[in-house]
C-alpha cells in the first residue's frame, strides 16, 4: 500500500517551454503533497507543500511564478515549470501524506522526474 | 526548527562487513527520525523510522537505528553488507509536517 507515481519519468525540453509533472497517490488520498528538487550528489531540497484545495506553501527562495503547483484533488498534485531554462533541469520527486487514514505522519516519495531543458 | 548532519559523504565497506552510517539531529520538539536509501534515478525508500517508543529500530534489509537522546544520534548499522546495499542514504527529522534531509552518505560495497 501507500504508493505513489509520478508522470513522465523524464523529460527532455527545449529552453523557454513549458513542463508539467504530475503526482498520484495511488491507493491512498493525499491531503498533503510535498515537492521536492534535487541537485546530482545533492540531498533533496523542499520545494512547497500543497494541501488538496488551497494554495499551496512555497519555501523561502523557490518561485512561486516559475514552479507552478496544483493540488486539484486528494490524489493528484501538479508541478509546471514555466518558461523552463537550462538551470531548471534537475530531479524533482514528490511525496504525499494521509494524517487521517493513520499512515501517520510518514511521506511516501514518487519515483522522481528528471528533467532536461536544452 | 530541525536539522540533521550526516558525518562522512561517502562510505566504503567489504562485503560481509558491517555498515555503520553516522546522523546527528537538532529539533526543538520530540523528533521523529528516517532512514531512506536512494538507488542511482529512483526515488526514496524508507529504511526505518522512529516514531516513540523502543529506541531501536528495526527495518528492512536487515538495516536498524538507534534513537539516542543523549547524543542527538541515530546511526544506522547493518551487520553484513550485501553488494546491494550500495546506494545513497539519507536520514531525516520531522518535528512538524516537514522533512529535513541530511548530506546523504554515499555507500559503495567491495567485493
Known amino acids: ?118 | 526548527a530541525q536539522s540533521v548532519t550526516q558525518l562522512g559523504s561517502h562510505v566504503s565497506v567489504s562485503e560481509g562487513a558491517l555498515v555503520l552510517l553516522r546522523c546527528n539531529y537538532s529539533s526543538s520538539v520530540p523528533p521523529y527520525l528516517f532512514w531512506y536509501v536512494q538507488y542511482p534515478n529512483q526515488g526514496l525508500q524508507l529504511l526505518l523510522k522512529y516514531t516513540t517508543g523502543a529506541t531501536l529500530v528495526k527495518g528492512i534489509n536487515g538495516f536498524e537505528a538507534e534513537f539516542k537522546k543523549s547524543e542527538t544520534s541515530f546511526h544506522l548499522t547493518k551487520p553484513s553488507a550485501h553488494m546491494s546495499d550500495a546506494a545513497e542514504y539519507f536520514c531525516a527529522v520531522s518535528g512538524d509536517y516537514k522533512l529535513s534531509f541530511g548530506a546523504g552518505t554515499t555507500v559503495t560495497v567491495r567485493a
Not at chain 1, 512547497?48 to 507552478?68: H, P
Not at chain 1, 531554462?85 to 522522481?112: K, M, N, T, V, W
Open chain 1, 1 to 118: 500500500g501507500a504508493v505513489v507515481s509520478q508522470h513522465p519519468s523524464r523529460v527532455i525540453c527545449k529552453s523557454g517551454t513549458s513542463v508539467k509533472i504530475e503526482c498520484r497517490s495511488l491507493d491512498f488520498q493525499a491531503t498533503t503533497m510535498f515537492w521536492y528538487r534535487q541537485f546530482p550528489k545533492k540531498s533533496l531540497m523542499l520545494m512547497a507543500t500543497s494541501n488538496e484545495g488551497s494554495k499551496a506553501t512555497y519555501e523561502q527562495g523557490v518561485e512561486k511564478d516559475k514552479f507552478l503547483i496544483n493540488h486539484a484533488s486528494l490524489t493528484l498534485s501538479t508541478l509546471t515549470v514555466t518558461s523552463a531554462h537550462p538551470e531548471d533541469s534537475s530531479f524533482y520527486i514528490c511525496s504525499a501524506r494521509d494524517l487521517g487514514a493513520g499512515l501517520g505522519i510518514e511521506q511516501f516519495f514518487g519515483p522522481g522526474t528528471r528533467l532536461t531543458v536544452l
